[in-house]
Protein backbone atom coordinates (compact mmCIF):
# COMPACT_ATOMS: atom_id res chain seq x y z
CA UNK A 1 0.00 0.00 0.00
CA UNK A 2 1.12 3.37 -0.70
CA UNK A 3 1.24 6.58 1.57
CA UNK A 4 0.02 9.69 0.67
CA UNK A 5 2.07 12.52 0.23
CA UNK A 6 1.28 15.89 1.29
CA UNK A 7 1.95 19.19 -0.90
CA UNK A 8 2.25 21.62 2.49
CA UNK A 9 4.58 23.69 0.59
CA UNK A 10 8.57 23.92 0.13
CA UNK A 11 11.67 22.61 2.49
CA UNK A 12 9.06 20.41 4.33
CA UNK A 13 10.91 17.38 4.11
CA UNK A 14 10.88 16.50 7.90
CA UNK A 15 7.10 17.79 8.14
CA UNK A 16 6.40 15.02 5.70
CA UNK A 17 8.86 12.09 6.84
CA UNK A 18 6.79 13.19 10.22
CA UNK A 19 3.03 12.67 8.82
CA UNK A 20 4.17 9.24 7.00
CA UNK A 21 5.35 7.74 10.14
CA UNK A 22 1.93 8.88 11.96
CA UNK A 23 0.31 7.78 9.53
CA UNK A 24 2.61 4.04 9.70
CA UNK A 25 1.82 4.16 13.43
CA UNK A 26 -1.70 4.14 13.29
CA UNK A 27 -1.92 1.58 10.86
CA UNK A 28 0.16 -0.92 12.87
CA UNK A 29 -2.33 0.17 15.86
CA UNK A 30 -5.28 -0.59 13.45
CA UNK A 31 -3.97 -3.98 12.68
CA UNK A 32 -3.01 -5.12 16.29
CA UNK A 33 -6.48 -4.58 17.16
CA UNK A 34 -7.68 -6.27 14.83
CA UNK A 35 -5.30 -9.70 14.88
CA UNK A 36 -6.18 -9.05 18.95
CA UNK A 37 -9.96 -9.07 19.12
CA UNK A 38 -11.37 -10.43 22.09
CA UNK A 39 -12.44 -13.69 21.95
CA UNK A 40 -16.00 -14.19 23.52
CA UNK A 41 -16.50 -17.98 24.33
CA UNK A 42 -19.97 -19.22 26.10
CA UNK A 43 -20.88 -22.63 27.60
CA UNK A 44 -24.39 -23.27 26.83
CA UNK A 45 -26.45 -25.51 28.33
CA UNK A 46 -29.46 -26.28 26.76
CA UNK A 47 -32.55 -29.55 26.35
CA UNK A 48 -34.26 -31.60 24.56
CA UNK A 49 -36.71 -34.84 25.36
CA UNK A 50 -34.63 -35.09 29.07
CA UNK A 51 -31.43 -35.22 27.94
CA UNK A 52 -29.34 -31.95 28.94
CA UNK A 53 -26.42 -30.58 26.46
CA UNK A 54 -23.76 -28.61 26.32
CA UNK A 55 -22.80 -27.06 23.45
CA UNK A 56 -20.18 -23.92 23.05
CA UNK A 57 -20.85 -20.55 21.45
CA UNK A 58 -17.35 -19.07 20.08
CA UNK A 59 -16.90 -15.34 18.25
CA UNK A 60 -14.85 -12.46 18.22
CA UNK A 61 -16.12 -9.40 19.83
CA UNK A 62 -17.54 -7.58 17.26
CA UNK A 63 -20.06 -4.61 16.82
CA UNK A 64 -21.46 -5.78 13.88
CA UNK A 65 -24.74 -8.44 13.42
CA UNK A 66 -22.00 -11.66 12.87
CA UNK A 67 -23.22 -14.47 10.34
CA UNK A 68 -23.84 -17.86 11.96
CA UNK A 69 -22.21 -21.10 11.59
CA UNK A 70 -23.97 -24.45 13.49
CA UNK A 71 -20.81 -26.91 13.95
CA UNK A 72 -21.38 -30.36 14.55
CA UNK A 73 -17.83 -31.89 14.86
CA UNK A 74 -16.83 -35.07 14.63
CA UNK A 75 -17.71 -38.39 16.43
CA UNK A 76 -15.26 -37.44 19.37
CA UNK A 77 -18.06 -34.42 20.33
CA UNK A 78 -17.11 -30.97 21.64
CA UNK A 79 -13.33 -31.66 21.95
CA UNK A 80 -10.66 -29.18 22.17
CA UNK A 81 -10.13 -30.01 18.90
CA UNK A 82 -13.71 -29.19 17.85
CA UNK A 83 -12.80 -25.69 19.85
CA UNK A 84 -10.10 -24.89 18.24
CA UNK A 85 -11.48 -25.85 14.77
CA UNK A 86 -14.21 -23.12 15.32
CA UNK A 87 -11.86 -20.57 16.41
CA UNK A 88 -10.38 -20.97 12.98
CA UNK A 89 -13.75 -20.57 11.52
CA UNK A 90 -15.04 -17.41 13.76
CA UNK A 91 -11.73 -15.78 12.39
CA UNK A 92 -12.83 -14.97 8.90
CA UNK A 93 -16.27 -13.37 10.99
CA UNK A 94 -18.61 -16.08 11.95
CA UNK A 95 -20.35 -16.88 15.34
CA UNK A 96 -19.83 -20.54 15.84
CA UNK A 97 -21.95 -23.06 18.02
CA UNK A 98 -20.28 -26.27 18.60
CA UNK A 99 -23.60 -28.46 18.92
CA UNK A 100 -23.89 -31.69 21.15
CA UNK A 101 -24.73 -34.42 19.65
CA UNK A 102 -24.58 -36.60 22.45
CA UNK A 103 -25.72 -35.26 25.98
CA UNK A 104 -23.40 -34.09 28.36
CA UNK A 105 -23.08 -37.31 30.36
CA UNK A 106 -21.75 -38.80 26.96
CA UNK A 107 -17.88 -38.03 26.14
CA UNK A 108 -16.12 -40.22 24.23
CA UNK A 109 -12.25 -40.57 25.07
CA UNK A 110 -11.06 -43.01 22.34
CA UNK A 111 -12.67 -44.30 19.50
CA UNK A 112 -13.97 -47.68 20.60
CA UNK A 113 -16.54 -45.06 22.59
CA UNK A 114 -16.87 -42.50 19.83
CA UNK A 115 -18.05 -45.43 17.52
CA UNK A 116 -20.50 -46.05 20.13
CA UNK A 117 -22.07 -42.71 20.35
CA UNK A 118 -22.03 -41.97 17.01
CA UNK A 119 -23.41 -45.32 16.03
CA UNK A 120 -25.99 -44.89 18.70
CA UNK A 121 -27.24 -41.53 17.49
CA UNK A 122 -26.97 -42.86 13.42
CA UNK A 123 -29.03 -45.57 13.80
CA UNK A 124 -31.85 -43.29 14.85
CA UNK A 125 -32.25 -40.60 12.31
CA UNK A 126 -35.06 -38.76 13.66
CA UNK A 127 -33.32 -38.96 17.04
CA UNK A 128 -30.43 -37.03 14.92
CA UNK A 129 -32.25 -34.49 13.12
CA UNK A 130 -33.96 -33.07 15.76
CA UNK A 131 -30.85 -32.94 18.09
CA UNK A 132 -29.46 -30.81 15.24
CA UNK A 133 -32.63 -29.03 14.46
CA UNK A 134 -32.58 -28.17 18.23
CA UNK A 135 -28.93 -27.02 18.34
CA UNK A 136 -30.14 -24.86 15.50
CA UNK A 137 -32.51 -23.20 17.64
CA UNK A 138 -30.58 -22.75 20.45
CA UNK A 139 -27.84 -20.87 18.33
CA UNK A 140 -30.54 -18.74 17.16
CA UNK A 141 -32.04 -17.95 20.74
CA UNK A 142 -28.49 -16.87 21.42
CA UNK A 143 -29.11 -13.39 19.30
CA UNK A 144 -31.36 -12.06 21.93
CA UNK A 145 -27.98 -11.33 23.85
CA UNK A 146 -24.94 -11.92 20.99
CA UNK A 147 -23.91 -10.45 17.93
CA UNK A 148 -25.50 -12.76 15.67
CA UNK A 149 -27.53 -12.58 12.66
CA UNK A 150 -29.98 -15.36 12.48
CA UNK A 151 -31.14 -14.79 9.03
CA UNK A 152 -27.95 -15.79 8.14
CA UNK A 153 -26.97 -19.28 8.91
CA UNK A 154 -25.21 -22.14 7.92
CA UNK A 155 -24.84 -25.87 9.46
CA UNK A 156 -21.36 -27.29 8.80
CA UNK A 157 -20.20 -30.80 9.88
CA UNK A 158 -17.09 -32.87 9.72
CA UNK A 159 -17.05 -36.41 9.45
CA UNK A 160 -19.43 -38.09 11.24
CA UNK A 161 -20.77 -34.18 11.89
CA UNK A 162 -20.98 -34.33 8.14
CA UNK A 163 -24.15 -36.80 7.93
CA UNK A 164 -25.47 -35.01 10.72
CA UNK A 165 -25.96 -31.67 8.85
CA UNK A 166 -27.09 -33.63 5.44
CA UNK A 167 -30.01 -35.37 7.71
CA UNK A 168 -30.94 -31.65 9.19
CA UNK A 169 -31.02 -30.77 5.20
CA UNK A 170 -33.20 -33.92 4.51
CA UNK A 171 -35.76 -33.18 7.74
CA UNK A 172 -36.54 -30.28 5.61
CA UNK A 173 -35.38 -27.42 7.56
CA UNK A 174 -35.54 -24.10 6.75
CA UNK A 175 -33.79 -22.18 9.72
CA UNK A 176 -30.61 -22.50 7.96
CA UNK A 177 -29.44 -21.34 4.51
CA UNK A 178 -26.97 -24.03 3.50
CA UNK A 179 -25.25 -27.07 4.58
CA UNK A 180 -21.93 -28.29 3.88
CA UNK A 181 -20.67 -31.41 4.72
CA UNK A 182 -16.75 -31.85 5.30
CA UNK A 183 -15.55 -35.39 4.45
CA UNK A 184 -19.24 -37.00 6.23
CA UNK A 185 -20.88 -40.26 5.67
CA UNK A 186 -23.76 -39.89 2.48
CA UNK A 187 -25.97 -42.58 3.60
CA UNK A 188 -29.28 -42.02 5.22
CA UNK A 189 -31.92 -45.09 5.41
CA UNK A 190 -34.83 -42.73 3.54
CA UNK A 191 -33.95 -41.36 -0.01
CA UNK A 192 -36.76 -39.99 -0.81
CA UNK A 193 -36.24 -37.28 1.83
CA UNK A 194 -34.32 -35.78 -0.22
CA UNK A 195 -37.62 -34.26 -2.09
CA UNK A 196 -38.03 -32.03 1.14
CA UNK A 197 -34.47 -30.28 0.98
CA UNK A 198 -34.96 -26.64 0.74
CA UNK A 199 -31.39 -25.66 0.95
CA UNK A 200 -28.33 -25.75 -1.19
CA UNK A 201 -25.89 -28.63 -0.35
CA UNK A 202 -22.06 -28.83 -0.70
CA UNK A 203 -20.15 -31.91 0.11
CA UNK A 204 -16.39 -31.61 0.15
CA UNK A 205 -15.16 -35.22 0.02
CA UNK A 206 -11.79 -37.26 -0.17
CA UNK A 207 -11.27 -38.72 -3.28
CA UNK A 208 -9.56 -41.66 -1.66
CA UNK A 209 -12.28 -42.46 1.09
CA UNK A 210 -12.01 -45.94 1.92
CA UNK A 211 -15.46 -45.40 4.69
CA UNK A 212 -17.47 -43.73 1.69
CA UNK A 213 -17.43 -46.00 -1.27
CA UNK A 214 -18.07 -45.29 -4.39
CA UNK A 215 -21.72 -46.96 -4.65
CA UNK A 216 -22.62 -44.65 -1.59
CA UNK A 217 -21.66 -41.95 -3.49
CA UNK A 218 -23.04 -43.33 -6.68
CA UNK A 219 -26.85 -43.48 -4.15
CA UNK A 220 -26.22 -39.76 -2.93
CA UNK A 221 -26.10 -38.99 -6.87
CA UNK A 222 -29.44 -40.11 -7.45
CA UNK A 223 -30.80 -38.97 -4.15
CA UNK A 224 -30.17 -35.25 -4.92
CA UNK A 225 -30.25 -35.49 -8.82
CA UNK A 226 -33.86 -37.42 -8.31
CA UNK A 227 -35.28 -34.78 -5.87
CA UNK A 228 -33.63 -31.50 -8.09
CA UNK A 229 -31.61 -30.24 -4.89
CA UNK A 230 -29.34 -27.70 -5.54
CA UNK A 231 -26.13 -29.43 -4.70
CA UNK A 232 -22.24 -29.30 -5.16
CA UNK A 233 -20.12 -32.50 -4.73
CA UNK A 234 -16.21 -32.13 -4.84
CA UNK A 235 -13.64 -34.39 -4.50
CA UNK A 236 -10.10 -33.79 -3.27
CA UNK A 237 -7.25 -35.95 -5.29
CA UNK A 238 -5.07 -37.77 -2.61
CA UNK A 239 -7.30 -36.68 0.35
CA UNK A 240 -9.16 -39.51 2.40
CA UNK A 241 -11.64 -39.47 5.34
CA UNK A 242 -10.90 -36.71 7.88
CA UNK A 243 -8.72 -34.47 5.82
CA UNK A 244 -9.57 -31.50 7.98
CA UNK A 245 -8.38 -32.94 11.02
CA UNK A 246 -4.53 -32.54 12.18
CA UNK A 247 -5.33 -34.76 14.57
CA UNK A 248 -6.17 -37.96 11.62
CA UNK A 249 -2.91 -39.83 10.91
CA UNK A 250 -4.68 -43.57 10.09
CA UNK A 251 -3.91 -45.34 6.81
CA UNK A 252 -7.97 -44.39 5.73
CA UNK A 253 -8.84 -41.23 7.93
CA UNK A 254 -5.46 -38.64 7.24
CA UNK A 255 -5.21 -35.00 7.48
CA UNK A 256 -4.20 -33.57 3.81
CA UNK A 257 -2.91 -29.84 4.17
CA UNK A 258 -3.60 -28.90 0.84
CA UNK A 259 -7.23 -30.16 0.81
CA UNK A 260 -8.04 -28.92 3.74
CA UNK A 261 -7.10 -25.37 3.03
CA UNK A 262 -8.81 -26.05 -0.58
CA UNK A 263 -12.21 -27.01 1.14
CA UNK A 264 -12.53 -23.87 3.61
CA UNK A 265 -11.93 -21.35 0.89
CA UNK A 266 -14.17 -23.08 -0.79
CA UNK A 267 -16.89 -22.96 2.03
CA UNK A 268 -15.86 -18.91 2.59
CA UNK A 269 -17.32 -19.06 -1.28
CA UNK A 270 -20.16 -20.68 -0.39
CA UNK A 271 -20.87 -19.14 2.53
CA UNK A 272 -20.50 -15.71 0.48
CA UNK A 273 -22.79 -16.87 -1.80
CA UNK A 274 -25.64 -18.68 0.33
CA UNK A 275 -25.64 -15.97 2.36
CA UNK A 276 -24.99 -12.75 0.65
CA UNK A 277 -22.05 -11.73 2.21
Known sequence: MSLPQFDIGPNTDSIQAMLR???????????SLTLSAEWITEQVPYQ???????????????????????MVPNWMGPTENATQKAKMIAQKGFAVFIADMYGIDIRPQNTQESAAAAGSVRADRPLMRARA?????????????????????????????????????????DSVQGVISFHGNLDTPNPSDA??????VLVLHGADDPYVPKAQIDDFFAEMQGAQVDFQFIAFGGAVHSFTN??????????????AKRSFAIMDDFAAEVLDL
Open 48 to 70: LNGTQFEGQLIYQASKQSLPAIL
Open 195 to 200: EQIKVP
Open 21 to 31: TTILAILFVAH
Open 246 to 259: PEAQSEGARYHERS
Open 133 to 173: QKAVDVLHQLADKHPINPDKTLSIGFCFGGGTVLELARSGT
